[in-house]
């Protein structure tokens, strides 16, 4: 795949549709890619990667790199077509000057994950269907997908481009997830249990603002909490309460646009299930107000900036069974 | 509702729209309905102007409970302003209760500007609640507690 889509990227620079790509770069370990640009055929055969560890979404580079002088290539996931879409919706990305290349994905690994299952010195990585094959220093390892996947590729919504200009490869389907399962167990647990559950995870914050920052949702310019006036501003929480507003209201704030790419999570150094937050926002959405998913569909209007008449009042909160 | 001094007195916010509830809560008054005295209105355009993060504030600088009043739906001033409030209110008690946090302190009531009865009798409605739980402890801020 790699070689295809530096012949691909060579190709769209030579005949001037883009002048630069955006895509993951070669660092000092096989598993420490970074998004970058590229803007020569020399920079990709430099530098240019493309392996089971590129992970991170490159949508949210281009709410800056679509507003440059002329076309960016970029290669997207389908979860990352997903966010491009959002942002194309919201008007964040001038969608003309960005080259969409799909790419099929069958998930990314968590080099954590690899690590706990006791692959050291890790070289390279191949896919083998259910399973990597991890080369390290000390010879090949297998290490069953189940146990290495990210967590948003174990429970991935869909392995479908939504928007593209071309596609490598052939385009997936919407998968059948069980992304909402971890959700729901919170929802059976006692209020108790939850409050202990969530002081547990929240408290390790330490407001990097990762997650905030990586969040192809999360572009407004002036973002509240770098307001010296909130009071919360790029503070480390100081107790229990400042934790809980950064995350209730960071999860707000993208609640109907989340797309669920997974990014915060992945990013948080403090490996906070942030994803979880977002997820129940979007279960509630798809109960009360109708299946809804967020980039899906660029004409689509979010579920926070549209009602029914008939929707139900939040005394529904209320009537839940209590725990 | 008989309150004794040595009992907890619960502090509530209640946002009312200018248009109905915050009439309504004056027409409570000039027919002297009784409601508790802990009950804060603060007065806002419209109810959809009740930011979530209003609400987590109230309970940051001491709130107990908090509880959002406007027009009924149908009838916002703005038209279609409540619609969204319903929405968002509906989400945001929901994570709230998702967190563990007593989901009986948070309230949404659509009250006219002609229910002043309806007002008083929500108002000492949620007071008691609120009251049941007892203070806010799961959303407090201890720098903001008065000592
Ligand atoms: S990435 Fe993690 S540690 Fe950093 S602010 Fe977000 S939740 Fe907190
Ligand atoms: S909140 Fe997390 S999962 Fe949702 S769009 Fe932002 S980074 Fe992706
Ligand atoms: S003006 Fe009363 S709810 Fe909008």
Not at chain 1, 254 to 276: K, M, N, Y
Not at chain 2, 87 to 111: A, H, K, N, Q
Request: hydrophobic fraction near 35%; aromatic fraction near 8%.
């Amino acid at each position: 795949m790699q070689e295809a889509m530096i012949r691909r990227a060579k190709e769209l620079l030579a005949d001037g549709t883009v002048n630069r790509v955006l895509g993951w770069q070669r660092g000092e370990f096989v598993y420490d890619v970074t998004p970058a640009v590229f803007a020569s055929p020399d920079e990709l055969d430099a530098s240019f990667v493309y392996n089971d560890f590129c992970g991170a979404n490159l949508s949210k580079y281009l709410v800056a790199e679509s507003r440059k002088e002329g076309k960016v290539l970029a290669f997207l996931k389908p979860c990352d077509t997903y966010s491009l879409n959002q942002l194309t919706a919201e008007h964040r990305v001038v969608r003309e000057n960005i080259y969409a290349i799909g790419l099929p994905c069958e998930g990314k690994a968590d080099v954590e994950a690899l690590k706990a299952a006791g692959a050291a010195g890790i070289t390279g990585i191949a896919d083998g269907g259910d399973t990597f094959t991890v080369h390290t220093l000390y010879g090949d390892q297998t290490v069953a997908k189940a146990d290495a996947l990210a967590e948003r590729c174990a429970n991935c919504k869909s392995k479908q481009c939504v928007t593209y200009d071309e596609l490598l490869g052939e385009n997936g389907a919407v998968q059948n997830s069980h992304r909402f399962d971890m959700v729901e167990q919170l929802e059976n647990m006692t209020a108790d249990e939850r409050y202990a559950f969530w002081q547990g995870e929240l408290s390790r914050c330490i407001r990097c603002n990762a997650c905030r920052n990586a969040c192809p949702a999360c572009t407004c310019e002036k973002c509240v909490f770098d307001n010296p006036q909130s009071g919360i501003a790029n503070t480390a929480p100081a107790d229990s309460f400042e934790e809980k507003l950064f995350h209730i209201i960071r999860a707000f704030h993208v609640a109907g646009r989340c797309t669920d790419c997974g990014e915060c999570s992945r990013v948080c150094p403090q490996h906070i299930p942030l994803h979880l937050l977002n997820r129940k926002f979007i279960k509630d959405i798809n109960e009360l107000y109708g299946p809804y998913q967020a980039g899906a569909d660029v004409a689509a209007r979010g579920p926070l900036t549209d009602f029914t008449f008939e929707d139900c009042e939040p005394s529904v909160v209320h009537e839940r069974g209590v725990n | 509702m008989q309150v004794n001094e040595k009992e907890f007195k619960p502090l509530i916010v209640a946002f009312c729209c200018n248009w109905c509830s915050y009439a309504g809560a004056d027409l409570s008054g000039t027919n002297r309905l009784n409601y508790p005295a802990n009950v804060k209105i603060i007065r806002v355009p419209c109810s959809c102007r009740v930011n979530p993060m209003f609400v987590l504030r109230a309970f940051q600088r001491g709130a107990d409970g908090v509880i959002l009043c406007g027009c009924h739906p149908g009838d916002c001033h703005y038209t279609t302003g409540n619609y969204y409030t319903r929405r968002r209110m509906t989400l945001l008690f929901s994570m709230l209760d998702y967190l563990g946090i007593e989901r009986d302190r948070t309230r949404v009531e659509w009250v006219s500007a002609a229910e002043g009865a309806k007002f008083a009798a929500t108002m000492n409605d949620f007071v008691a609640t609120v009251t049941r739980l007892g203070e806010n402890k799961r959303l407090e801020d201890l720098r903001c507690k008065k000592q």
